[in-house]
């Protein structure tokens, strides 16, 4: 999984799909707009929970921690 804290992991424009589609055919998940910023330093379980949307190829998603031990 690629989580990034920005709109998209591709640039803006004709090819801004592309970067997507790299990504997922090599099986790595893509999580944007992801913000960590204040979350303390330690171990944690990321827990990614998305809207199931009908014919979608994304999804808007809440994505949780869990903090582990």
């Known amino acids: 999984m690629l989580g990034v804290d920005y709109l998209s992991v591709g640039p803006f424009g004709e090819r801004a799909g592309e970067v997507h589609r790299l990504l997922l ?10 913000d960590l910023g204040a979350v303390e330093p330690g171990d944690y379980e990321l ?23």
Do not use: K, Q
């Open 25 to 34: 055919e090599a099986g790595i998940w893509i999580l944007e707009g992801l």
């Open 47 to 69: 827990i990614c929970l998305p809207l199931r949307v009908a014919n979608g190829d994304g999804s808007p998603a809440r994505a949780i921690l869990r903090t582990l031990g």
